[in-house]
């Protein structure tokens, strides 16, 4: 398996745009997690899906964030409009059922970086 | 707010040494624990998980846990320069399929 793959890889935008960023996780996972990482806050979860639904979104900012899971395969976290406090690296991640517990793998992240 | 608190470090080691990275954790119902590793500009990997009081062995790893004191390490014996990263501990809540809290991490530096 290819592993969790994310696009883009960097993203650099200015602010006040749409940013999209792409998750497609391990074949036969259950959970997919997405999180942002800064020096200051650590790593942060923002949601996290069970079987394509959203179970927990309350790490989610702000109202300019939004996350989708239209199949088993495909993920998009989408900031609109983008701020430069948005800046980070953001991680997709997926997890096999019973427990969102088990082994998380993550995606090679994307770096997003607003002007 | 469920916490999960770690040293920032750095920490650093010469080769050889012994490195004990330490994480402590505010809820009294978790069960499960695991430490990540993180290489500068790399994703977090799962190298250990433990579920009981004690130690739990690993090759060069020990994961050694006390629920009583809410406290769990990561032994890191015979340090090599490769095991320079971010180790983050991440734990559970309680509550059944709920999320990892992660730790924020501490960065090891180990030197030949």
């Known amino acids: 398996d290819a592993g969790v793959i994310q696009s883009p890889r960097h993203e650099v935008t200015e602010m006040g745009q749409e940013v999209t960023l792409r998750c497609k996780p391990i074949?036969?996972?259950?959970?997919l997690f997405w999180y942002r990482q800064t020096m200051m806050r650590g790593l942060e979860l923002l949601i996290y899906f069970n079987n394509n639904v959203p179970i927990d979104d309350s790490g989610m900012p702000e109202d300019r964030f939004s996350a989708k899971m239209p199949n088993a395969s495909f993920s998009t976290l989408k900031i609109q409009p983008s701020e430069p406090r948005d800046s980070a690296v953001y991680f997709c991640?997926?997890?096999?059922?019973?427990?969102?517990?088990?082994?998380?793998?993550f995606g090679p992240g994307t770096r997003l970086t607003v002007l | 707010q469920k916490e999960v608190e770690q040293n920032s470090g750095p920490l650093s080691v010469p080769e050889g040494a012994i490195a004990s990275l330490n994480c402590t954790y505010s809820?009294?119902?978790?069960?499960?624990f695991f430490w990540y590793r993180q290489y500068s500009g790399k994703s977090p990997e799962l190298i250990m998980s433990?579920?009981?009081?004690g130690d739990k062995e690993d090759g060069r790893f020990t994961a050694q846990l006390n629920k009583a004191s809410q406290y769990v390490s990561l032994l890191i014996r015979d340090s090599q320069p490769s095991d320079s990263a971010t180790y983050l501990c991440a734990v559970p809540p309680w509550q059944a399929g709920t999320a990892l809290i992660f730790g924020k991490g501490t960065t090891l530096s180990v030197s030949s």
């Open positions: 991640a997926s997890s096999l059922w019973p427990e969102a517990n088990n082994e998380q793998f």
């Open positions: 433990i579920y009981s009081n």
């Open positions: 074949s036969g996972h259950d959970y």
């Open positions: 809820d009294r119902g978790s069960q499960s």
